[in-house]
């Protein structure tokens, strides 16, 4: 399915999204104020334009009001981004994704209506801290403030159990969800309490951060 999509900001990170989208055979409206980067990005996205996104005028001639989903990645002028994105709120966008450069940056982003606020510095560092603190947590997944999903490499601790030996949704309150098999990469989305841990394999756990952690502590 072929939806539509505006990616405001090409940096690194709007970009890569652009890019990603592309490749992915979705139609995609790259604006930016610069016009080596439109350039760069004429033979990537569907159409690419030299454009101010903070002037509604220009942002209701490129016709952004038929555009499903929006994407903000005008990173340091704060002040444009905002107003970018008040801008699309008004006209009616669906949907607006926008990349903040700092907690204050996203607290009014979610104030004035913005769908879906990320903050890729922040989050890749809090995902590479984790791998850093242990090197068996292979990815971890925020849910929200105090919950997240993590993926756990089985050490000794746990290899030639079952979960049912283990017993953790007892224990620990978290809930293996899946588990994936290091040698044919397969995954079993819904392991039964008698399925037993290999070497190799990769523990997918959801639950609240205090107790992934005693988890962790206990058994990674
Ligand atoms: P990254 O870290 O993703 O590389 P950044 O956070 O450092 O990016 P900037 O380089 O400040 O972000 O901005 C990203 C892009 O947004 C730049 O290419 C810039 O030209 C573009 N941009 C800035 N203001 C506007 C605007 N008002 N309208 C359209 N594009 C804009
Ligand atoms: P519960 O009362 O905790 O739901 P149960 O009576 O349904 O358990 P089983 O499903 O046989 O019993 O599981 C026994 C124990 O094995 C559970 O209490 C739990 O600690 C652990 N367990 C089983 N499946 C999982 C899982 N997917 N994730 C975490 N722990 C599990
Ligand atoms: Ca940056």
Request: glycine share 6%; aromatic share 2%.
């Amino acid at each position: 399915m072929k939806r539509e999509f505006a990616v405001i900001g090409l940096g690194r990170f709007g970009g890569s999204v652009c890019r990603e989208l592309s490749s992915e055979g979705m139609d995609v409206l790259a604006i930016d104020t610069i016009e080596s980067k439109i350039n760069e990005y004429r033979h990537i996205a569907s159409h690419a334009v030299i454009a101010d996104a903070t002037d509604e005028k220009v942002l209701k001639e490129l016709g952004i009001r038929n555009i499903d989903h929006v994407i903000v990645a005008i990173g340091e002028d704060i002040q444009a981004s905002i107003l970018t994105t008040l801008m699309l709120k008004e006209l009616g966008i669906k949907k607006i994704t926008v990349k903040a450069q700092n907690d204050y940056h996203e607290k009014v982003l979610n104030k004035i209506g913005a769908d879906q606020v990320i903050h890729p510095e922040r989050d890749m560092g809090r995902k590479i801290a984790h791998s850093i603190i242990s090197n068996n947590i292979l990815d971890h997944l925020e849910l929200s403030d105090d919950h997240s999903i993590v993926e756990i490499k089985a050490g000794t601790k746990l290899v030639g159990k079952s979960l049912t030996e283990l017993d953790i949704r007892a224990r620990f309150g978290c809930n293996v969800v899946a588990i994936k098999s290091g040698e044919a990469n397969e995954i079993n989305v819904s392991p039964l309490a008698t399925e037993v841990i290999e070497d190799e394999d990769v523990l997918v756990i959801i639950g609240a951060d205090k107790d992934i952690s005693r988890f962790e502590k206990q058994l990674v």
